[in-house]
């Protein structure tokens, strides 16, 4: 049980950090359309 | 203080400088492709890892790329440690690795933390440490360069966003750099007398005619890469206290010598980088101002002894015949200079590797390393993520001095603007917010306090080291708390999991920001990065950063209990 919990935590921890870049670059985009609007 | 401790601090100060330029100019040839010494071999493992070294990534894919390497790789080190029962190489018949410390292992040593909660050498097979713990040694050193290379190529070059090639950056520092280092400095350590082959322990009888068991093993590579990639990780429990893996005052020497070379030569190499040498030069001189400071704090409070130990009769007067200070968990083969300098550089570097016991230390001894670490570790720092953690600071340095004059920052010819600092709040808050919730949480559950040994504000000086300590990739300890638990082995795990790759990624985002913009060029107004003015700048933006961030918790420990001992109070 204990190898599965930790086996799947850490796939989902680096899912998230996938997920996490995606985050960055949309909120990097978003940042440089308000600036190039103002 | 004496006199030879520091003359021993300067000569080590004179050798990082001496080794700055050379091994700076030589690590930019190994990340600029005009390296070719082991191109048959480099083109080999292209070919075999499917690599092509011309793809030049987008930064998102770079990122990706880490992320994968990362992650298949803990997974890999997670199994054989569960297996290594059943393994070869394993003469002394150890079992397989309970989960929940196999997962603490793999998470720490491939986030090139190398915080252990077991003995090495009643723990690990050798088969494990030469084949996992070795190898995240090398790979996540090297994974730690590619990602301060790919900032590098960000602030030096508009590309579009793209930052080289993640494989190919992972191979040329593993092949170039990291290998032949450490085959050399492995070689200078087993000639010091630094064990290293892969024999049956060794049983013993001593002067008292008492049985001992000896622990062996291939100690020697271990601990070259160990210093030499910040890992820090000892192959026995004691570290580099242990007379196997450091045994005399000159590998003591060439141990942090091998942990500040690299950060320091990467100084060089980003002031050839981005052309401007003389702002490689004020970065080195701001990373070498905090590590003279703390060095001084360090040596003077250890010197100056416990005041406990004073009124109880001990001496701690420093004479011919007695080294004085407060001599408690140091090594006499090293004393008190080195002792204090050595958790210095191995706090300042995301190392972790220690000479003495840091829990022994005094108060004010203790906070240096615990602050070193909570300023980020960019005091020199870890390979590549100690560059890194300071171009985030001159970032937000170069952006603070922009509000002062009212004009848009700009950096090396780069706007620095919204989403750059974005970026870098990230990068600058996931640290302080997982080292502060973690430790506040452990100060009250009792899973967490089962673990502790000591009550008081000591105790929570324990905790908020370890917290520091693992989200930093440090690795060292102030012991005093049981680690192999349940409850530490998950809440370390995640942390160094979180330490690492939620500011490594931010990091690489702001890098690819950069590299997608069109270099402007300097005006009057431009703030300077390479005068006097940019180093005392730069130093009290980490300072005030740090302390805000820090002060309190500080405050209800370290400093509480400076002030406790100066009352004769030991708790």
Known sequence: MGDVLYVAGTIVFFALMLAYVGGCSRLGRAAQDRTEVS | MTAAGWVQILLFSAAVLAVTKPLGIYVLR?????????????????????????????????AASLLLFSAASMLLTYLVLRLQGV???????????????????????????????????????????????????????????????????????????????????????????????????????????????????????????????????PAASQEAIKQLGTNGGGFFNANSAHPFENPTPWTDFCSMLAIFAIPSALTYTFGRMVKNQRHGWALWTAMYTLFLGGVAI??????????????????VVTTDINPGGNMLGKDVRFGIANSALYAVVSTDASCGAVNANLDSFTPLGGLVPMVNIQLGELIFGGVGSGLYGMLIMVVLTVFIAGLMVGRTPEYLGKKIQVREIQM?????????????????????????????????????????????????????????????????????????LIGRFALMLPMLALAGFLAEQQPVPQSAGTFPVTTPLFVVLLVSVILIVGALTFFPALALGPVVEHFQLLGGRLL
């Open chain 2, 424 to 496: 870098a709040m990230l990068y600058v808050l996931a640290f302080p917010a997982t080292i502060l919730i973690l430790s506040g949480a452990s100060s009250v559950l009792p899973a967490a306090l089962a673990g502790l040994h000591n009550g008081g504000p000591h105790g929570l000086s324990e905790i908020l080291y370890a917290f520091s300590s693992t989200t930093g990739n440090n690795g060292s300890a102030f012991a005093g708390i049981n680690g192999a638990t349940s409850y530490y082995n998950t809440a370390f795990g995640v942390a160094m």
């Open chain 2, 30 to 62: 190994v990340y600029d492709g005009s390296c070719t010494w082991l191109r048959p071999l480099e083109r080999w493992l292209y070919r075999v890892g499917g690599v092509d070294p011309g793809d030049d990534q987008h930064w998102t894919r770079y």
């Open chain 2, 298 to 315: 360090t040596y003077a409070a250890e010197a100056h002894g416990n005041p406990v130990h004073a009124a109880i009769g001990v001496d």
């Open chain 2, 87 to 217: 393994l070869p190489l394993n003469p002394q018949h150890l079992s397989g690795v309970a989960d929940r410390q196999a997962f603490e292992t793999a998470a720490s040593f491939t986030t090139n933390t190398n915080w252990q909660s077991y003995a090495g050498e009643s723990t690990m097979s050798y088969l494990s440490q030469m084949t996992q713990l070795a190898f995240h040694n090398f790979a996540s050193a090297a994974s730690g360069m590619c990602a301060a290379m790919a900032l590098a190529r960000g602030i030096a070059r508009r590309s579009g966003g793209r930052l080289g090639n993640f494989w190919m950056d992972l191979i040329r520092g593993t092949l170039y750099l990291f290998l032949p280092l450490s085959v050399l400095l492995a070689l200078l350590f087993v000639q010091q007398g630094v064990i290293q082959n892969i024999s049956h322990y060794v049983t013993v009888t001593t002067l008292e005619g008492a049985r001992q068991t000896l622990a062996m093993g």
